[in-house]
């Protein structure tokens, strides 16, 4: 079975600053990895997965992740923030062999001006 | 538009009431998913079916029923309402291999 913590709840941070959002994973099978973000009364929309290959990821708005896989962590990275990145964003993790997401409780980023 | 369509988005039951929600997808994806979503508790698989034909529990099924009616449509039924099932609902659904979801837009539900 899988599990992922997201270790913050909530992400405070001023416009154009860099941030990181931690996700750390447990699984005792190879996984596939995902970053989803939630708008406000929206569903949720991929932002980036990784499948395999290499270990830095680039997705949509900016935004990139890392894989580690010593660390068991896929940490999200955006080098400057904009006010329209305020959201909860999610992570979430698959068995190779399991059609199933297993999700994070997700992190509030709070983007100020 | 192409994606999840999900009905209603908004509901409110009193306890004992049964209701269905509706998920229908035009994307041609074999698998489709029930999540519900809390605050601080992320969102929980409640059922999937992998493929037309298929459904399987997941972590939190229990007062809940699902009917794959065909490849396009997967619905889930609470048969009678209880207050610890409001949440916001969301089906999904996939391309088997692919694994990125797409998601609907959500059904509010408050049981009172």
């Known amino acids: 079975a899988q599990s992922v913590t997201q270790l913050d709840s909530q992400v405070p941070v001023f416009e154009e600053a860099p941030v990181e959002l931690r996700c750390n994973y447990s699984?005792?099978?190879?996984?596939?990895l995902f970053w989803y973000v939630q708008y406000p009364n929206q569903g949720l929309q991929l932002l980036l997965k990784?499948?395999?290959?290499?270990?830095l990821v680039k997705g949509i708005n900016g935004f990139e992740a890392e894989f580690n896989k010593s660390q068991t962590s896929f940490h999200l990275r955006k080098p400057s923030v904009h006010i329209s990145d305020t959201a909860e964003y999610f992570c979430?993790?698959?068995?190779?062999?399991?059609?199933?997401?297993?999700f994070g409780s997700g992190t509030r980023l709070l983007v100020r001006p | 538009n192409a994606g999840v369509t999900q009905t209603p988005k908004f509901q409110v039951l009193k306890t004992g009431q049964s209701m269905t929600l509706q998920c229908a997808q035009d994307?041609?994806?074999?698998?489709m998913y029930w999540y519900r979503q809390d605050p601080g508790m992320g969102l929980r698989l409640i059922y999937y079916?992998?493929?037309?034909?298929?459904?399987d529990k997941g972590e939190v099924p229990n007062g809940y029923n699902v009917s794959r009616l065909n490849k396009r449509e997967f619905s889930l039924r609470l048969e009678s309402a209880a207050p610890s099932q409001t949440s916001v609902y969301f089906c999904?659904?996939?391309?088997?291999?692919?694994?990125?979801?797409?998601f609907g837009s959500g059904t509010r539900l408050t049981v009172v």
């Open positions: 999904a659904s996939s391309t088997t291999g692919d694994y990125g979801y797409t």
């Open positions: 699984s005792s099978v190879s996984v596939y």
């Open positions: 990784y499948l395999s290959g290499s270990t």
């Open positions: 979430a993790v698959s068995g190779k062999s399991s059609y199933k997401l297993i």
């Open positions: 994307m041609n994806h074999n698998s």
């Open positions: 079916s992998a493929s037309e034909g298929t459904t």
